[in-house]
């Protein structure tokens, strides 16, 4: 049985019941004790945990893929609205405009890429899974985020001002450098190591997967967007 | 990819009424190994028996498949490579297209060489051989550069070859790379002049004073020479990275599509381009679209189509508006509810879209499958191929 159609259950009520499939889903039963204790996001946390991964792998390149980018941030909009699908998405700002790039269309959009991207990045990072995320990511994001209420950072700013590849690496890995990022090792993504995950929401339906687990999923996912194409050959003078 | 082949050999019986395939294999020709392969693998189709597979990844091999035979893979030798011995990186070929007549094929690799083969002649006495193509002329096109504004490396990699219609002896094709767009003109020279008199036979100058009688030189055969040489350069018209071209019906225009802009040249002018196409948005948040590939309908010259990410191919008519950010037909199939999983935009995204000979279809290769379109029909294809037929895919993202 598909997923998601156990989390879209409550939203499209004029679908029809589906047939259910040879396959033990007990983790998508109500009733079942286990996980009754577990939010309904259980299932697709992995594969959230994989977009974020995504999305940053994209970010880093020091010319981002559009495409690429924009497959990753939609089905990571798509899980997302699967996941809270009663809490309403704060609307996005308009990203800083620093004086004298407005006639510089790429470095424009750099920066209101990069900002845009990290503002998605820290709204996510509210939703329950990844709420390790710290303080200081809060104060200095981009201006006018609702939940900080400080006063945005000028340092931010400057940090996401017309980038170039490095200053952009920089900017956004300054901002996770308080995250115990020791999770989205790539080399833990074996299934023996899930005990290093820390994330409360990973029940019991972890260890007993359906066919798909994380390595098959990140495989399935780089194959499908492209990934492999995306690493470009460093430049001279890097 | 989708290649749109020439009428090579047409079947006699069992074939697609349009695209003059026999319905019974149209598995081998999206993947031969019926693993999911990725959206590098090229497919060709078209009116004809020759199917050509291309992977990508697999530089050395161009296998053509022959619609008649099954599986008969003719290797073509490696002299073409850089180094005879060894496949190197460089050598990926990015790119495959045929010319008009299906006697020219080019491929572009990662390097930024083009490579270009030619038909062997059909003989008699070996009619099954007329399906090899041996090397006709390399050259290298792109050169990697750097923007030093933005510190960012330009590839040389050559994304996509299209031929000019053929005016006279000489070969015509554009070549681009994320960047910039090459009109390379490929010539024959089997004659040299002979006599000269103000060079000697080494081509050195002869000082005028010793020379005491004139002659008229003449022009010998030679050994045949394939040369190319750069007629223009399209340059600095795109921020986003170049994924299609495309020769207008008129022979004058052609456009060039980057991820969220189409420029129209006239190939006499290098120094402009008319932007007929703009979909990026005015706050780059609200990006959620980005065009794949375009093509001019091949006797409409005010006509082209161009896809997206997310599944949907747009017609435009360039007689509406200057600028055409208003499609005059959408085309989109309806999500399959039963399909629905969240790689389902990922898995719809077009990679690819051709008209028909005719005009009056298009088809679109997504990761599943193959589609065919009438331009009369927006709401769903007419046609739709399976191009994973172990359903290993399906299933797997049936999980997801």
Known sequence: MMLSKGLKRKREEEEEEKEALAVDTWWLDPGHPAVAQAPPAVASSSLFDLSVLKLHHSLRQSEPDLRHLVLVVNTLRRIQASMAPTAALPPVPSPPTAPGIADNLLASSDAALSASMASLLEDLSHIEGLSQAPQPLVDEGPPGRPTGGAPPSLGALDLLGPATGCLLDDGLEGLFEDIDTSMYDSELWAPASEGHKSSPEDGPGKEEAPELDEAELDYLMDVLVGTQALERPPGPGR | MLLSLPALHLQTSEYHPLFQLPHRRLGPWCSPTGSPAPLSCETGCGEGSWILVCRLLVPTQVS?????????????????????????????????????????????????????????????????????????????????????????????????????????????????????????????????????????????????????????????????????????????????????????????????????????????????????????????????????????????????????????????????????????????????????????????????????????????????????????????????????????????????
């Open chain 2, 64 to 400: 053509l498949l022959s619609m008649e035979e099954d599986i008969d893979t003719r290797k073509i030798n490696n002299s073409f490579l850089r180094d005879h011995s060894y496949a190197t990186e460089a050598d990926i070929i990015s790119t495959v297209e045929f010319n008009h007549t299906g006697e020219l094929l080019a491929t572009g690799d990662k390097g930024g060489r083009v490579v270009i083969f030619q038909r062997e002649q059909e003989s008699k006495n070996q009619v099954h051989r007329r399906g090899e193509y041996n090397v006709y002329s390399t050259f290298q096109s792109h050169e990697p550069e750097f923007d030093y504004l933005k510190s960012l490396e330009i590839e040389e990699k050559i994304n996509k070859i299209r031929w000019l219609p053929q005016q006279n002896a000489a070969y015509f094709l554009l070549s681009t790379n994320d960047k910039t767009v090459k009109l390379w003109k490929v010539s024959e020279r089997d004659k040299r002049p002979e006599g000269y008199n103000l060079k000697d036979e080494e081509g050195r100058l002869r000082d005028p004073a010793t020379i005491t009688t004139l002659r008229v030189p003449v022009l010998r055969p030679m050994d045949l020479m394939v040369e190319a040489t750069p007629r223009r350069v399209f340059a600095n018209a795109h921020t986003y990275h170049i994924n299609s071209i495309s020769v207008n019906s008129d022979y004058e225009t052609y456009m060039s599509a980057d991820d969220l802009r189409i420029n129209l040249w006239n190939f006499e002018i290098t120094n402009q381009s008319f932007n007929i196409v703009d979909i990026k948005p005015a706050n780059m948040e609200e990006l959620t679209e980005v065009i794949t590939a375009a093509e001019f309908h091949p006797h409409h010259c005010n006509t082209f189509v161009y896809s997206s990410s997310k599944g949907t191919i747009r017609l435009c008519d360039m007689r509406a508006s200057a600028l055409c950010d208003r499609h005059t037909k959408f085309f989109e199939e309806p999500e399959d509810p039963s399909n629905r999983s969240f790689f389902s935009e990922i898995i719809s995204s077009i990679s690819d879209v051709k008209f028909s000979h005719s005009g009056r279809y298009i088809m679109t290769r997504d990761y599943l499958t193959v589609k065919v379109w009438d331009l009369n029909m927006e709401n769903r294809p007419i046609e739709t191929y399976q191009c994973h037929h172990d359903g290993l895919l399906q299933q797997l993202l049936q999980d997801v």
